[in-house]
């Protein structure tokens, strides 16, 4: 049985974005669907749309600088997000903003999936805890044939300290896929997917190429 994600009730889209405030500021009802190797992760009901809110917690040995330094190299990204057919860096901002394309590979006979995302990295120099926003642009680029373009998502990553070398990782997702999906993938998309990322971020972070990254505009 398939289900239209694009026949949203009106009211419903009207206050979207300010919903999506909710969600990633932690007023959601969570519900924890699975717990594997340390990986958390919740989902919750919106109730403008079918597909569920997620959000995955994890804890790193790593630092807040070498996590966003994995985070930005956006060309090594199909490496561990799952099902991503490819990332290319559309334009660099500042060195702690960017924008980027993204197409994610689905099933056959379901079609791809593409989105151009903003990423914006902050710090509370108080707290020391990072954000990361990942809004998707929608109209940044010409509409590819045969992928659909997601123009409604917002994915942000919160990196919290906990001791030296370690940090708490919260990452929070609401996004319509748009177009047709059967429910079996859905559910695949919103459980294996977080699983197999977060199990392959792991590995990710272990490259030699991040352990001595810094940033200026992060303070570990």
């Known amino acids: 049985m398939y289900f239209n994600l694009k026949s949203l009730l009106l009211p419903f889209v009207l206050f979207f974005f300010s919903s999506f405030n909710n969600i990633v500021s932690g007023q959601t009802d969570w519900k924890l669907r699975t717990e594997k190797e340390g990986i958390k992760i919740y989902s919750s009901e919106v109730s403008y749309s079918k597909v569920k809110a997620l959000k995955v917690e994890c804890n790193f040995k790593a ?17 561990w997000v799952y099902h991503t057919l490819s990332a290319n860096l559309i334009k660099q901002v500042s060195p702690s903003e ?10 056959w006979p379901v079609e791809n999936r593409d989105f151009v995302a903003h990423l914006v990295v902050t710090q509370n120099k108080d707290t020391k805890v990072v954000t990361m ?12 044939e045969g992928v659909v373009r997601i123009e409604k998502s917002r994915g942000q990553w919160v990196i919290a300290p906990v001791a030296k070398n370690e940090i708490k ?9 748009g177009g047709l999906l ?8 919103a459980t294996e997917g977080p699983l197999q990322t977060f199990r392959s971020l792991k ?4 490259n ?8 200026e505009f992060i303070s570990e």
């Open 98 to 107: 960017l924008y980027y394309y993204s197409e994610v590979n689905l099933p």
């Open 63 to 79: 630092t807040s600088s070498q996590l966003i330094a994995v985070l930005l190299d956006i060309k090594n990204s199909p490496k």
């Open 203 to 206: 590995i990710q972070l272990e």
């Open 182 to 189: 059967p429910p079996w993938l859905v559910n695949l998309l």
């Open 169 to 177: 990782v919260t990452y929070t997702l609401q996004v319509d896929p």
């Open 208 to 215: 030699p190429v991040y352990a001595n990254k810094k940033f």
């Open 133 to 144: 926003d990942g809004p998707a642009i929608p109209g940044y680029i010409a509409i590819k």
